[in-house]
């Protein structure tokens, strides 16, 4: 009920805004940045839990984790946040694959944290750069003309 109300509410928003660069109806282009890792368990879930919501509402979700948040990359991180009032992100993680929700990790983030190649190939995620940043805000910038 609440990650309905949370999309609604942002929709809501969007199609609000005076001079929009979106359309009043129809699918919007989402980028989701984050940098929280397992240390604040709540809010590294947020663009997993988010982005599967407004995916779920027919809108295009792409993720970018840089700093700590590479590390969510981990099996072992994974399996072990769980968020505050919300599924664990064992849980949410095939909700997010079946979404096709791209995720970049940042990758200087990943080196200098020892995430490697493997940790990412399970979630379908790819490295970043600050040019791939720089195209994702670009990309969600743009209306969607389907």
């Not at 309905?4 to 989701?32: C, E, Q, Y």
């Not at 995916?55 to 792409?62: I, L, N």
């Not at 993720?63 to 981990?74: C, Q, S, Y």
């Not at 979630?123 to 910038?141: C, M, R, S, Y």
Request: net charge positive; proline share 5%; glycine share 6%.
């Amino acid at each position: 009920m609440l990650r309905k109300t949370f999309v609604s509410s942002l929709l809501a928003f969007a199609a609000a805004g005076k001079g929009s660069a979106h359309p009043r109806s129809g699918k919007l282009k989402i980028f989701m940045k984050s940098a929280w890792g397992s240390d604040d368990p709540t809010k590294a879930a947020f663009p997993f839990l988010h982005g599967t919501a407004l995916a779920e509402a027919g809108h295009e979700v792409q993720i970018f984790l840089l700093g700590e948040a590479v590390n969510l990359m981990r099996d072992s991180v994974i399996n072990a946040v769980t968020p505050v009032g919300w599924p664990s992100l064992k849980e949410i993680m095939p909700k997010v694959l079946a979404n096709n929700i791209q995720i970049y990790a940042c990758g200087a983030c990943c080196r200098a944290r020892s995430v490697t190649e493997a940790d990412l190939q399970s979630k379908k995620a790819k490295f970043g750069n600050p040019q791939i940043f720089v195209q994702l805000t670009e990309w969600a910038d743009r209306i969607i003309t389907e």
